[in-house]
């Protein structure tokens, strides 16, 4: 199964609002990565956390890692629409530094 | 960061040929990685590109059918072999950048259809 689970796995919300998407996984990780996607584009890299931290922020952005209960959480704040996208998280294992991707989450941000 | 490149960006094939996929980064790296994205699903790793010697691949997946060549540091190919309709996917390259954060960038994509 996928060491990395997003959840929900679809977002709807209106313009102006918070979106929060949490990611959860199995085993000891060295960073976690979050991603997001345009519709049928390649990957971009949003924010990477590194085990040791707990909170991380880039503009609009604020990404938290609970590593005691393998979770972290993605908070878009003030959204717009054209954050409209599906969004990964990415941990690579302790040890390895290959990481693998959930599912996702689809966000809408409806204008 | 990295900046990566990939052609073609997408491509209409049919049953049976062969398509190859280039990938090139614009400074050196030392892990490049194939993955792939089936519609409306999430990445699956197929293999690390491993420089002058023969690619790492995951299980499912075989160099008969995705051999990749990587010459140098900044340069990779996959090529999907025999293609049917099951390989109709998003084809992306990825590095990973050295140094203390070890993050990872991906190229945009190559959409590749099979008839």
């Known amino acids: 199964s996928q060491q990395g689970e997003e959840d929900p796995q679809a977002l709807s919300i209106q313009e102006g609002e918070n979106a929060t998407m949490n990611c959860s996984y199995k085993t000891s990780i060295n960073n976690l990565q979050w991603y997001r996607q345009n519709s049928g584009r390649g990957l971009v890299h949003l924010i990477l956390i590194r085990s040791n931290e707990r909170e991380k922020h880039s503009g609009r952005l604020r990404v938290t890692l609970d590593t005691s209960k393998k979770s972290s959480s993605l908070l878009i704040t003030a959204s717009r629409a054209a954050d409209t996208a599906s969004y990964f998280c990415?941990?690579?294992?302790?040890?390895?530094?290959?990481?693998?991707f959930g599912r996702g989450t689809s966000l809408i941000v409806h204008p | 960061s990295a900046v990566i490149s990939q052609k073609p960006s997408r491509d209409i094939c049919q049953r049976g040929t062969s398509l190859t996929i280039q990938c090139q980064v614009d400074s050196q790296v030392t892990m490049m990685f194939w993955y792939r994205q089936q519609p409306g699903q999430s990445l699956t790793l197929i293999a690390t590109?491993?420089?002058?010697?023969?690619?790492?691949?995951e299980s499912g997946f075989v160099i008969d059918k995705f051999p990749i060549s990587r010459p140098n540091l900044t340069f990779s190919t996959l090529t999907v072999s025999n293609m049917s309709p099951e390989d109709s996917s998003i084809y992306l390259c990825s590095v990973v950048t050295s140094g203390s954060l070890n993050e990872q960038f991906f190229g945009p994509g190559t959409r590749l259809t099979v008839l």
């Open positions: 590109a491993n420089q002058g010697s023969e690619a790492t691949y």
């Open positions: 990415a941990t690579d294992l302790a040890g390895s530094y290959i990481p693998t």
